[in-house]
Every structure is written in structure tokens, then in C-alpha cells.
């Protein structure tokens, strides 16, 4: 702590910024002044857990621990108005037990729970492909795309080529490397990935990238929309999620076999199948929104089918070519609209479940499965994931693997909390309704 300390000092830091994320992937934050660092890094920081969701009101009270080695110096505000920030693991109001329905805390505890069954050195290592709109608006007050340029095209048509330099730029000021970005197909869509990493360190990367990402748009005067399909008429906002297990003592990825002509180790093979398997249930984690599923159709290059297949972008799953070295899982169909904590849990635990059973895989299929006839698709076995939010949260409930790993209070007060949506969402006129029933 001493170092953090001076660190702060260093920096002439004037607030610190706690931060804790919701289960529906919100980031919330309590600011406080710097002069009081030493005893709230040492002791953490009460707060209301009844305002976010979490619990009721007659038991309430919860804690913030700041995770030291999530210091960073936020690269916006007044000067005079230094801030850092940390994430924090959310305690019993006591700060003696770790807080059940905290996102981060589950993604922790899954994580120590597989070192202890298979290895202190094992890690799930991940990548994701983080899409997002830059939206403004018309003189009616609607949503439109910022610009009008599609993929990988060039200014002055791609209006957000330099906003994409300032986000990577201000990433990489606080440690987290960018690699490539571009403007994607549709109008308003752009995309900045940064490397890999183990499941925590990535996930947290996840929200501070959403965090900067939207600060930035808003000082152009823009609206950063992670929302999975915000428009009807083209493609969603995806985040691909790029995995393997590593064994980090001995530095090897687990998924390699250079042995076998496809690379692939039994290791790979057996999460693949825990993926597939667990298919349906892990969309209630991955894609939570009952606007998920708008993009979840066929059309759209977004994945439909529960399949897998080498380079094969219509599969569920893929494995991407080029260094065998490298080999991994890409996992398509979660989007950017998941809390990143629970969708990297829940697709560890999916994973080790093929693991620890060692189940085989269906075939892999290479051909474009949006071209198969409904008998073809009968003929490989392949079946589809759930259409819209009410079936996702039913096969999360049904999934006995995904709910006792979470555990029975999460699950209960996560379905609630997503039932709600579908039940607000099942009740509102849209103007779809109108448009089409009104002279009935």
C-alpha cells in the first residue's frame, strides 16, 4: 500500500474515483478526496447496496476495496481536479466477506476454483473485439450514425479515424496497449482492439475501455453506443471473444498440439464441447439485453447456429488460421452490450465443464451453415440458440452447471432483474405496433 501512496502523491492526484460494476454491466463510482487515501486503500468505503440493485433495503450496507493494482490516472478532467481511479471488489458491509452478486468477485473466486482443481498455473486467456457506434443526432432529436462510411474506409469519409487515435492514445495511457482499430461496415461503427491477456486483467480492461470510450465521444459532443443492434437495418455491435487456457508456470498454451495436423490439443477439443453444450444457457450471460437478440437473426453475419468450424465465421464457434502457435477459440456470439466479468465466467465455466467430462465435439463444419436447407442442419445435428431473451434466461435457469457455479442467490436475483426487462419490454407499445395496426 505504501507504494500506491506514493504514487498518488507523485501524481498530485486530488480525488480518487472507487468503482464497482452492477450485474447488468454498469459502472458506479464514489469520489473521494485524495488527502484521505491512506485509510480508505486500507480500510475500503461504505456504501448503499440497495441503490444499484444488489440487495434490500434492511440490508443494505455494503463495502468498497480498492484492487491497488488497478491504479490508474484518469486522462480527462480539470487539472486542478487530478483523478485517479481503482476498481473495487465489493464486501459484506463489514468488509470480512466477499459480496455474493459482485460480478468481479464471481469472476475471481471461478477463477481460483479452477487453479485448484487443475493447476495453480492454469489461466483463461482472452482477447475481445469490442464494437460501438458513434451516434449524433438529427434535427428531430432521433439517433443517426455519426458519419456515413463503411468498412475500412479512409477519411474524410471515416469521420472517426482521429477520434479512434485519441481513444487509443488515451488507452494506452492507462496501460491497457491497443493494437489495430477501423472504422467497420455499417455507418457509425468502429472498432480498437487491444492484446491478450489473462480473464480478470481483460475484463477490467473491458470496462475501463467502455468507460473512456464513451467520456471521449461525449466531449465531441457524440453518443458511444454499445447497445447489441441499435439500428434494424444493419449489422449489430458483436464482441468476439478470442480464448484459450495457458498454462502459465510452464508458459504453454494448452490448446496447442502441434501433433495433430489441425493443432488442436484434446484440451481445446473437450472446451469446445463444454461451449457447445452449455450453447444455449450462456447466452442469458453473454448477450442479456432483450435487444440482443435483434442481432442474433440470420443475415447479419452474427452467429445463429450451435456448430463449429475452422475459419468458418457462420459457425458459433471458430478457429481463426494463421499461427498455430497462437491457436484459440473465437467465441461469436457475445456482444458489447454483456457485463464482461460474468460473460468470461460463464464461458470458463462452460468451457471446463467439456474439461473435467472430457466430451468430444460434434464434427467441426467448414461450409456456410446460413446456406443449409432446415434438413441439412437437422442431418449435422446443429440446432439454434435461443431467440430472444425470455428462452436465453429459461435455458440459464435449466443449465445446472452455469447456475450452481454462480450459485443459487446470484441467480436468483440476476433472473429477476432480467425478467423485468422482458416482462417492461413484452409490455410496451412500439411504434412498429402502431405503424402497422392502427387503421385495423
Known sequence: MEATIKRLIEDEIEFINFQFTTSDGAIRQLI???????????QGLGFDGSSCKYVPVNKSDLCLKPDLSTYRVLPWGRPENKTASFICDVFSGDGSTPFEFD??????????????????????MLAPEIEFFLLDKDENGNYIPADKASYFEIP???KGCEFRKDISRALDSVGIGTEK???????????????????????DQTMVYRQIVKQMAAQQGLIACFMAKPFDWTYGCGM??????????????????????????????????????????????????????KRLVPGWEAPVYISWGFGNRSSLLRIPEGNPKAIRVET?????????????AALLVAGLDGVRKKIQPAPHINDNIYAFSPKEKQAHGIENLPGDLKDALNAFEADKVLCNAFGPAFVENFLALKRKDVSEFATTVHPWELEKYVNI
Open 32 to 42: 473521494n478526496p485524495a488527502r484521505d487515501m491512506e485509510t480508505l486503500l486500507s
Open 103 to 124: 460480478p468481479r468477485g464471481m469472476l475471481k473466486r471461478l477463477i481460483s476454483e479452477m487453479k485448484d482443481e487443475f493447476g495453480q498455473g492454469w489461466d483463461l
Open 156 to 158: 474524410p469519409y471515416d
Open 181 to 203: 482499430n477501423h472504422h467497420e461496415v455499417p455507418p457509425g461503427k468502429h472498432e480498437i482492439t487491444f492484446g491478450y491477456g489473462d480473464a480478470l486483467s481483460i475484463a
Open 240 to 293: 468476439h471473444v478470442h480464448l484459450n487456457l495457458k498454462d502459465s508456470q510452464e508458459n504453454v498454451n494448452l490448446f496447442l498440439d502441434e501433433s495433430n495436423a489441425d493443432y488442436l490439443s484434446n484440451t481445446a477439443r473437450y472446451f469446445i464441447a463444454g461451449l457447445l453444450d452449455h450453447a444455449k444457457g450462456l447466452t442469458g450471460i453473454t448477450n442479456p439485453s432483450v435487444n440482443s437478440y
Open 332 to 344: 461469436r456470439n457475445p456482444d458489447s452490450s454483456c457485463n464482461p466479468y460474468l460473460a468470461y
